[in-house]
T-cell receptor, first 117, second 114 residues
């Protein structure tokens, strides 16, 4: 069965520090997709990135970067030079491709990031 | 298009009453999903539609819950005989079809059963 573990419940950093949010997943599928979403206080989940299981290339988007390692079943998210606006709950999610045509997401429990000015 | 819209944003109801929530997806999206999120947890999948067909339902969706998407556009989620354990945020999302496409979420309906 699928499982997503975000062991860090809460993290606090001072503005401009770098921070890494950990995500470890379990799946029996060989084809799957991993996602990160941000949930600010307003409550709306904001899509950040999708990665499929065949693409282990790391990705950078501005201050955000993602490190996908199949060998350790991890998909970690790093924010460089954090800002107060980065304060939110961040969710890692998994979708298994055996669900034909579906992309139901299995979410972790989230990491609450607080950036202190 | 302004994104996924949900109505109402908040609902307080007495135990035993029925409630209905509405979701308007992004117009060109043919997939629509319902999730439930309780405090301190990640969203949990309830059900999804491709156009008007309900293709999958989670075991979390008891027989008191019913969802419809009659014309393949907006969707409704009804909870009959509400219980205190139904108190949660109900999130709607939509996506394009084909593979694991990114889903775009609405702001949710927060249900409180008293």
């Amino acid at each position: 069965a699928q499982k997503v573990t975000q062991a860090q419940t809460e993290i606090s950093v001072v503005e401009k520090e770098d921070v890494t949010l950990d995500c470890v997943y379990e799946t029996r599928d060989t084809t799957y997709y991993l996602f990160w979403y941000k949930q600010p206080p307003s409550g709306e989940l904001v899509f950040l990135i999708r990665r499929n299981s065949f693409d282990e290339q790391n990705e950078i988007s501005g201050r955000y970067s993602w490190n996908f390692q199949k060998s350790t079943s991890s998909f970690n998210f790093t924010i460089t030079a954090s800002q107060v606006v980065d304060s939110a709950v961040y969710f890692c999610a998994l979708s298994e491709a055996y669900q034909t045509g579906a992309n139901n997401l299995f979410f972790g429990t989230g990491t609450r990031l607080t950036v202190i000015p | 298009d302004t994104g996924v819209s949900q109505d109402p944003r908040h609902k307080i109801t007495k135990r035993g009453q029925n409630v209905t929530f509405r979701c308007d997806p992004i117009s060109e999206h043919n997939r629509l999903y319902w999730y439930r999120q309780t405090l301190g947890q990640g969203p949990e999948f309830l059900t999804y539609f491709q156009n008007e067909a309900q293709l999958e339902k989670s075991r979390l969706l008891s027989d008191r819950f019913s969802a419809e998407r009659p014309k393949g556009s907006f969707s409704t989620l009804e909870i009959q005989r509400t219980e205190q354990g139904d108190s949660a945020m109900y999130l709607c999302a939509s996506s394009l079809a084909g593979g694991a496409r990114e889903a775009f979420f609405g702001q949710g309906t927060r249900l409180t059963v008293v």
